[in-house]
């Protein structure tokens, strides 16, 4: 497992934007496919976005799609979730994943990770 530190969380207005970053510990961060998640208070965790090991293929819910916007930079070792037009539905603790198998293609099955971060929390005010 590798582990991810998760920043970038706080307070913001309906319709404001945030940015969160996951850096992993490890150098062969190219090697993971990365992944955010999402719970809000009594609730599922669910699947926000994800990106392949080459940032080349992505894949978002229906929730977030146009809205969030995820990358990854491999000479910062960070991958990033750009969060726009922020609802107060959005309001969660949002996680980091890794999976280190390859690209499954568009999937958000919180089972193909191996390792999460410790969460950030993002609070939407309407």
Do not use: H
């Amino acid at each position: 497992q590798v582990q991810l530190v998760e920043s970038g969380g706080g307070l913001v207005q309906a319709g404001g934007s945030l940015r969160l970053s996951c850096a992993p510990s490890e150098r062969t961060f190219s090697t993971y496919v990365m992944g955010w998640f999402r719970q809000a208070p009594g609730k599922e965790r669910e699947f926000v976005a994800t990106i392949s090991r080459n940032g080349g293929s992505t894949f978002y819910s229906d929730s977030v799609k146009g809205r969030f916007t995820i990358s990854r930079d491999g000479a910062k070792n960070t991958v990033y979730l750009q969060m726009n037009s922020l609802k107060p539905e959005d309001t969660a603790v949002y996680y980091c994943a890794a999976d280190r198998s390859p690209w499954r293609g568009p999937s958000g099955s919180r089972s193909n990770y191996d390792s999460w971060g410790q969460g950030t929390q993002v609070t939407v005010s309407s």
